[in-house]
């Protein structure tokens, strides 16, 4: 638990509310460490936000710290439970997303993109009250097979292999519910078929930059 580690998520929590992602006390982000994860506390205001008052929880429910953890951190930690590659999770009530939440609509395949949260949609997990168990099963079933979910009449959820992973696609998955919001306003987007979704995930696992050998000077 390293005060680096502790430095960047409050530095990212701050980032959260700056970049329009979140508004107040609302919202959640965590990283996976050793023993546990590292965890925003409950209903402090981001700006005032200090290393010390990371809260550090264990996978049982117990935890550290001065401050109380998120009241969401069962889904933090179930997430971490069950899904062994993810590094990190964040929650927020962006803006577009949570609009598409409250009439309980995914985001479904209008654009290419929709794929990044690696599926062809973006699911709407089912409502049940914030800090709840049951809230935590809807989304863990609203997470399969994926890296997104809209929570319903609530907000947005992304995870990553690192946190840093995680703020970039939810930064994504707001951008989508953004465009498919206004679309929506022009009457109903035209949606590319499962047969070419399909297509463009497998092209995301030769997406980017790869290391070519080096030329042959001889």
Not at 38 to 52: K, M, Q, R
Not at 143 to 156: D, F, K, S, T, Y
Request: glycine fraction near 10%; include cysteine.
């Amino acid at each position: 638990m390293s005060a680096a580690g502790r430095e960047a998520l409050v530095a990212l929590a701050r980032r959260m509310n700056a970049t329009g992602l979140n508004q107040g006390t609302s919202g959640n982000l965590s990283e996976r460490v050793e023993g546990g994860f590292l965890l925003t506390p409950s209903g402090l205001d981001y700006d005032t936000l200090a290393p010390e008052d990371i809260v550090f929880m264990r996978g049982d429910g117990t935890w550290e710290g001065r401050r109380e953890p998120s009241s969401e951190w069962r889904i933090h930690r179930d997430v971490y439970a069950t899904r062994p590659e993810v590094g990190g999770v964040f929650h927020a009530h962006a803006m577009f997303s949570t609009s598409l939440a409250c009439l309980r609509r995914p985001i479904p395949g209008f654009h290419y993109m929709v794929t990044r949260a690696g599926g062809v949609d973006i699911r709407c997990a089912d409502y049940a009250t914030f800090g709840s168990e049951e809230l935590s099963r809807h989304v863990l079933r609203a997470l399969e097979g994926r890296r997104a979910c809209l929570m319903a009449n609530h907000g947005m959820l992304a995870v990553g292999e690192s946190l840093s992973s995680a703020f970039k696609l939810a930064v994504e998955v707001e951008t989508l519910a953004a465009m498919y919001w206004r679309a929506l306003q022009a009457g109903e987007p035209v949606l590319l078929d499962e047969a070419e979704l399909l297509r463009v995930l497998e092209k995301w696992k030769t997406y980017g930059q790869t290391e070519k050998p080096p030329k042959d000077e001889g």
